[in-house]
Nanobody, 121 residues
Framework: QVQLVESGGGLVQAGGSLRLSCAASGSIFSITAMGWYRQAPGKQRELVAATTSGGSTNYADSVKGRFTVSRDNAKNTVHLQMNSLKPEDTAVYYC???????????????WGRGTQVAVSS
C-alpha cells in the first residue's frame, strides 16, 4: 500500500525557517508530480509548491522567493524549505503525489496526513 509520510512541522517565529520532508513508501512503479499544499483554518486547501520528475517547479505567488521545493527521485522524497516565514503561512501542510503503484498500473492521487506549521508574530 502506498503511503506518504510528512515530517518537519512545528512552531517558529516570524522570519524563521522550517524544512518539511515527505517520503513515499510502498510498492511504487513511478511518481510523476510531488508537492505541497496547505490549509489554514476556515480556508480552502491551496497549492504551495510542486515539482515534476523532470525537475520543473511551480510555486504559489505568496511563497515565491521564500520557499524552495526539491525532490530526490531515487528516494521518493520531496522537501519544502521555508524561509522568511510569516504568520500567514500558518497552516496544516499536506504532501501530495501522483503515483502509479506497482500492483495497479493506474495513476492516482495520494495525500499525506499533514503536518502543522505555526508562525508566531
Amino acid at each position: 500500500q502506498v503511503q506518504l509520510v510528512e515530517s518537519g512541522g512545528g512552531l517558529v517565529q516570524a522570519g524563521g525557517s522550517l524544512r518539511l520532508s515527505c517520503a513515499a513508501s510502498g510498492s511504487i512503479f513511478s511518481i510523476t508530480a510531488m508537492g505541497w499544499y496547505r490549509q489554514a483554518p476556515g480556508k480552502q486547501r491551496e497549492l504551495v509548491a510542486a515539482t515534476t520528475s523532470g525537475g520543473s517547479t511551480n510555486y504559489a505567488d505568496s511563497v515565491k522567493g521564500r520557499f524552495t521545493v526539491s525532490r530526490d527521485n531515487a528516494k521518493n522524497t520531496v522537501h519544502l524549505q521555508m524561509n522568511s516565514l510569516k504568520p500567514e503561512d500558518t497552516a496544516v501542510y499536506y504532501c501530495n503525489a501522483q503515483i502509479i503503484p506497482s500492483n495497479i498500473r493506474i495513476l492516482d492521487n495520494y495525500w499525506g496526513r499533514g503536518t502543522q506549521v505555526a508562525v508566531s508574530s
